[in-house]
């Protein structure tokens, strides 16, 4: 499945960097894998590896938000970092508006550096502390030696305010804002060379709810302002389905189901989609009273990386898992128009193996609680 | 001495209860109950001594003294009855401020609250605004200046079945905590201590308040960590926490607070640190223990599904004090203060498609050392200048109530309040 995508695209060869029209894809990965080397011993001898993204396929268009979705440790952060290539793939092909851009060096990747952009989870820990705000929102110019209209001082007053600062915290220190502030500064260093591609990194989770329903908002009116490409990872399923336009479900390393906000939320075809929206707490109490209890329960946590279970890595958690499950890992295919999933047995669509029909772990009691 | 006749009734309560418990509780119960019982006598005993010197009526100005003086808020209230009070958990009118260089930190400044058995009070609040103060005020852990600071000072009152806990002697709260109130904390992780297994901290607990040998509290905890859904509980009793994942550290944490039978729990941000399926299992726990055990529970959280999913009354809280006080439905369905509105309005909704935008309240929590004047929300309130006179900016407005049971502190007429909502505020949800 996957080394079929690893021929040259026609786009590649010629190296032509020009805007893609509305709806092409800006980004393009296609079996994407990290595995990080587990060593040990005094010659670092390698005993093992963390899959923490084991092939992943999905393209970016151009001006959409595409959220990322998932449970600690299902790669999402990583899938951030190796798009931005701040990791280095260890297999797959990122192209970047029809460059493949895998295996760039640091050089190499300088001059996509002005159109990739990434924000980072905690405001906290991504502003440098004996830096004034100023020296923070410039860094971009001076790093790509970019000279802005009316010079670097008047463009970083004029970012911040954009995003909502006062021109006059200019000369200010990353301490004496607050983690809203803070979350915006971080947004305004983003903006400065006027990328195409954002990644935010779990933009939103250390911020108080109306704070961050503020920064929710004004990542709305940039993206409709400045045209910008968003790829928004994050654990909460209520932030992405304000923000995304389409969403991609991880789990261990994988994509088991990606397409638009509507058919996700409204028809999920992948049980662990299912389940994941179903343990989401839903801020209405009527709701509780009417829904009494079928909310899907998942037993225990999510399998460790290192050793991840055969075939679909779901079927251990999986109440509609079957004997094809665990031999056979589900590729992931459209079922319904735009709307990809990776499952044998999936709702909301017809089963992919009708002829399987012994559940695995009757006996385990695993699936729906009460 | 109405302390002793209500330390009487609840020695039989106690039993009641050990008796209702698990299969495995029951099996156990012999053992446990007499020492039980016996402790019970003692801490009655120890009521009784110190009942004399220290009745509520003499400490509480003796105590409360160097928080009301300092700050000079309460020079216009009237002093109230010290009565025991019927709830089984009654909060009157707590402050908790701490002295720092910069100048007092209002923390809680001045929360009244009340919590019957077998029931869910859920707080919410942004951070800052004094939900977690208020929980360790609960538990009489504000008594020491930590790394060298001044102690807090507190004040107000605190009844926990008929016994007043600010003024409780150190070495009786000492007994309380743990077996009566018993808290689960944010982040297991820090709360567990690293050194030591986690059946070893459990049985520790349990030991502290109960005169059993060491194989019977292995019995418990055990018992507990299987109640809990800890797999192969027995193998799991020598485990550290860094070898649980995070979800199960969260559990052994519930396991810790339930093994002595609490009637009061307090949760203080119990799944924030975890994943969604991993809270929804965290979460189904909770409301499972407690219709089970017959708990009160106190839930302190940010996320407002959480609160819905669990609570049947919420408290919502700004600054310090309450602004809206009333059931999970009234409070989701006709909320009356502005803050409300905002929290309701921030969040991005996971059952209904988007609305267009977000309406977050604006601005930033206020500083507690410098709390506006009048209303503490009027900055941020987008209806500040509703009522006449600016008298959102000068006077502080009362918690009242709008309908009964629901009280809430805005100084906007209840007709303003119900057109705003309605016409402006459920049409943008």
């Not at chain 2, 192969?232 to 199960?248: Q, T």
Request: proline share 8%; net charge negative.
């Amino acid at each position: 499945m996957t080394n079929s995508a690893n021929s040259e695209p026609a786009g590649a060869a010629t190296g032509t960097l020009t805007d893609p029209p509305e709806g092409e894809s800006l980004l393009r990965v296609s079996g994407l894998k990290k595995h990080f080397p587990v060593t040990k011993g005094l010659f670092k001898r390698q005993v093992g590896a963390v899959l923490a993204v084991d092939g992943l396929d999905f393209d970016v268009r151009s001006g959409e938000t595409l959220g990322i979705v998932g449970e600690s440790g299902c790669g999402k952060s990583t899938m951030g970092r190796l798009i931005t290539r701040l990791l280095e793939p260890t297999a797959g092909k990122i192209e970047f508006e029809g460059k493949d851009i895998t295996h760039l060096g640091v050089g190499g990747m300088r001059p996509l550096r002005r159109d990739v952009q990434m924000i980072f989870q905690d405001p906290y820990s991504s502003l440098n502390p004996r830096h004034t705000v100023g020296s923070i929102v410039s860094a971009p110019f001076k790093l790509q030696g970019v000279q802005p209209e009316g010079g670097v001082k008047k463009e970083v007053q004029r970012l911040l305010e954009v995003v909502g600062l006062s021109p006059e915290h200019y000369n200010r220190y990353p301490h004496e804002f607050s983690g809203g502030q803070r979350q915006r500064i971080g947004i305004a260093r983003a903006l400065a060379l006027n990328p195409k591609l954002v990644v935010a990194d779990e933009p939103v989770s250390a911020l108080d709810v109306s704070i961050q329903a503020q920064v929710v908002n004004l990542l709305d009116d940039l993206q409709q302002e400045l045209g910008l490409t968003y790829v928004i990872i994050a654990h909460d399923l209520s932030v992405i389905r304000h923000v995304s336009d389409r969403i991609a479900v991880m789990y261990l390393g994988k994509i088991v189901e990606l397409t638009d906000r509507q058919s996700l939320y409204g028809t999920p075809m992948h049980p662990y989609t299912q389940a994941l929206l179903s343990a989401v707490p839903v801020p209405d109490p009527r709701r509780k009273a009417a829904q009494g209890r079928e909310r899907i329960l998942l037993k225990g946590d999510v399998p460790s990386p290192m050793n991840p279970p055969s075939g679909c890595r779901f079927h251990t958690r999986c109440w509609k898992a079957t004997e094809v499950c665990r031999t056979t890992e589900p590729p992931l295919v459209p079922l319904a128009t735009g709307h990809e999933v990776a499952c044998h047995h999936p709702e909301n669509a017809p089963d992919q193996q009708p002829g399987d029909t012994k559940l695995l772990r009757l006996a385990d009691g695993v699936g729906t609680a009460g | 001495m109405t302390d002793h006749e209500h330390k009487d009734d609840a020695v039989p309560a106690k039993k009641v209860k050990a008796g209702k418990g698990t299969d495995a509780a029951k099996a156990e119960s012999p053992e446990a109950e007499s020492p039980t019982a016996e402790s019970k006598a003692e801490s009655t005993k120890a009521t009784g001594t110190t009942g004399a010197s220290v009745t509520p009526e003499d400490a509480a100005p003796a105590r409360g003294a160097g928080g009301l003086a300092s700050s000079g808020t309460a020079a216009g209230e009237p002093e109230l009855e010290k009565q025991p009070p019927k709830a089984f958990l009654e909060v009157r009118d707590l402050r908790v401020h701490f002295p720092t260089q910069d100048g007092l930190v209002k923390s809680v400044d001045g929360l009244s609250f009340s919590l019957e058995k077998g029931k869910t009070l859920g707080i919410v609040g942004e951070s800052g605004s004094g939900k977690s103060v208020t929980s360790l005020g609960l538990m009489g852990l504000h008594t020491v200046g930590q790394y060298g600071r001044q102690r807090p000072h507190l004040s107000g009152e605190i009844w926990l079945n008929g016994q007043e806990l600010l003024t409780a002697d150190p070495d009786e709260m000492r007994k309380l905590r743990g077996r009566e109130i018993s808290m689960i904390f944010q982040d297991p992780l820090s709360a567990l201590h690293p050194f030591f297994t986690v059946g070893d901290q459990i049985v520790e607990a349990y030991r502290v308040h109960h005169k059993v040998d060491k194989k019977a509290a292995r019995r418990r905890a055990i018992e507990l960590l299987d109640r809990v859904g800890i797999p192969e509980p027995a193998k799991r009793f020598s485990s550290y926490p860094h070898e649980f994942s995070g979800g199960m550290r969260q559990r052994a944490m519930i396991a810790m607070s339930l093994v002595n039978n609490p009637e009061l729990l307090i949760a203080d941000e119990p799944t924030t640190a975890l994943d969604v399926t991993v809270q929804a299992q965290i979460l189904d726990l909770i409301r499972d223990l407690q219709q089970e055990f017959g708990s009160a529970v106190i839930i302190i959280t940010h996320d407002l599904g959480v609160v819905a999913e669990l609570s049947d009354d919420i408290l919502v809280m700004y600054g310090g004090r309450c602004v809206e006080y009333g059931t999970a439905e009234k409070v989701f369905y006709e909320p009356q203060h502005p803050y409300t509105w905002g929290l309701l309005g921030s969040m991005p909704r996971i059952d209904r498609d988007r609305a267009d935008r977000l309406i977050p309240v604006k601005g930033s929590p206020p500083s507690l050392i410098n709390i506006p004047q009048g209303c503490a929300f009027n900055p941020r309130c987008p209806y500040a200048d509703v009522p006449a006179g600016g008298v959102t900016r000068t006077e502080r407005p009362e918690l009242r109530e709008t309908q009964p049971g629901h009280l809430s502190a805005c100084h906007m007429e209840p007709e303003d309040r119900q057109r705003i909502w309605t016409e402006e505020i459920v049409p943008k949800l």
